[in-house]
T-cell receptor
Framework: GAVVSQHPSRVICKSGTSVKIECRSLDFQATTMFWYRQFPKQSLMLMATSNEGSKATYEQGVEKDKFLINHASLTLSTLTVTSAHPEDSSFYIC???????????????FGPGTRLTVL | EDKVVQSPLSLVVHEGDTVTLNCSYEVTNFRSLLWYKQEKKAPTFLFMLTSSGIEKKSGRLSSILDKKELFSILNITATQTGDSAVYLCAVEKGNKLVFGAGTILRVKS
């Protein structure tokens, strides 16, 4: 149980285009999902917290108009990188807060990540 | 500013060795400390620690938290090549996780 999927796993796009990444909790409902970015040989940096049915909370320095987050259902959150540029190339990972039965809901389950390359 | 510092940054050992990875933190509103193993893709959960002095074990891995000194260690005994990975420490602060930079462990056969 507690599986999180991401789609696509890899995407290559041209500069100026928009890219949508989906994050799904497959066997549990997730009212809260998180989006992280990870640059090579660096740790995960939290970009935003996505709450079902409400606006996302962005971390300092993350442009909300550039990284659009939608959490329209209890099993799906999407991250759209708008007008992508080469510096947006990174590994994007989502996570979902697990069900209360698992570690009191404290545990986060991570998706497999999406490798974005912007040419 | 919240900080999670891991050491060493990288480590190379031989199969059978025992390793200790360190994680120190300065985070307000601490709720728990978590250890993850990251191979090629997403991190996989190892341990969650909330109380000082209580060791958690899973096979050859064990971990303990010291909330007075604000650190945790992750021990791996009898290392195997399959233990090669990045080990991430994260502190749960309120609703979110603050990650350390990770320790890259390479186990040579």
């Amino acid at each position: 149980g507690a599986v999180v999927s991401q789609h696509p796993s890899r995407v290559i796009c041209k500069s100026g285009t928009s890219v949508k990444i989906e994050c799904r909790s497959l066997d549990f409902q997730a009212t809260t999902m998180f989006w992280y970015r990870q640059f090579p040989k660096q740790s995960l940096m939290l970009m935003a917290t996505s709450n079902e049915g409400s606006k996302a909370t962005y971390e300092q320095g993350v442009e909300k108009d550039k990284f659009l987050i939608n959490h329209a259902s209890l099993t799906l959150s999407t991250l759209t990188v708008t007008s992508a540029h080469p510096e947006d190339s990174s590994f994007y990972i989502c996570s979902a807060r697990g069900p209360p039965a698992r570690a009191g809901g404290h545990e986060q389950f991570f998706g497999p990540g999406t490798r974005l390359t912007v040419l | 500013e919240d900080k999670v510092v891991q050491s060493p940054l990288s480590l190379v050992v031989h199969e059978g060795d025992t390793v200790t990875l360190n994680c120190s933190y300065e985070v307000t509103n601490f709720r728990s400390l978590l250890w993850y193993k990251q191979e090629k893709k997403a991190p996989t959960f190892l341990f969650m620690l909330t109380s000082s002095g209580i060791e958690k074990k899973s096979g050859r891995l064990s971990s303990i938290l010291d909330k007075k000194e604000l650190f945790s260690i992750l021990n791996i005994t009898a290392t195997q090549t399959g233990d090669s990975a990045v080990y991430l420490c994260a502190v749960e602060k309120g609703n979110k996780l603050v990650f350390g930079a990770g320790t890259i462990l390479r186990v040579k056969s």
